[in-house]
């Protein structure tokens, strides 16, 4: 069954398909019996974007909401003991999705802890006691008269100068050196350094909602059904209790639609 047939078919169900749309910004976007596909992902991924797709239908058959809750993986198995599913699905996801591993974020997050400890280190060379966990007063005491302050909320600042003759001035973590020629070099790496904390909070932070995301039980679920599709025997081998599991359902017709397109592909 190849994608225009299974379109069809999902048509034929009562569901809305549509192609050339930009799917929310994913490569596919499913709600209330309606199944968008990106119009920019490449042909080999239409069909396990439309499985995937398809897989939050036929969850949703089984229980309601899951756009706004996710669902339970209690229901899509049958089964009250699932913590060795979610082990197996989370898996299957990481082999399914490389995104869902965090490889460049969490590659991103370690350069920026590098950099936060040779910063530290530029000012224990001055300041020996100096502790990232306590108030640095000598550094407090210096910004308090100076612009540069405002960099330690904003990477880029745009300040208005003068009284007569207005002009913005434009400062930037980047340039400390250049903007305040006389600011010790401790107290350019101590606004550097709460730099890299607030972009390691913003990277910590994004971790943790796509976590959320991936972690819910439907998204796991439709993953599962995408890997069948792309490597039956790989998900078999990753996961091999939902595998047995979700195949003694098949066959017993709990997924509704789901065995005509999965023995049809």
Known sequence: MNAKD???????????????TKARGHQGFYMQKRIDISRNIPESRIVPTLLHEFAHYVHSRLEPLIEKNGGTLEVIFDDKYVSVYAKELETVTNFVDTHSKFEKLNEHKKIIKDKISDYENVIKMTYPDFMRSK???????????????????????????????????????????????????????????????????????RICRMKKYYNKPTELFA?????????????????????????????????PHLKDVLTAL
């Open 135 to 205: 108030k640095f007063g000598e550094f407090d005491k210096y910004i308090k008269h100076s612009d540069a302050k405002y960099l330690l909320k904003y990477d880029k600042v745009k300040l208005l100068k003068g009284f007569l003759f207005k002009k913005y001035v434009m400062l930037s973590v980047d340039n400390i050196e250049r903007d305040f020629e006389d600011m010790p070099s401790e107290f350019a790496a101590y606004i550097r350094l709460k730099s890299c904390q607030k972009r390691q909070s913003r990277i910590s932070a």
């Open 6 to 20: 299974l379109i069809k078919y999902f048509k034929s169900l009562g569901l809305e398909v549509h192609t050339s």
């Open 223 to 255: 993953r599962f059904i995408e890997g069948l599709y792309t490597d039956k025997e790989q998900v078999k081998k990753l996961a091999p209790c939902t595998y047995n599991r979700f195949y003694e359902l098949l066959e017993c017709g709990y997924y």
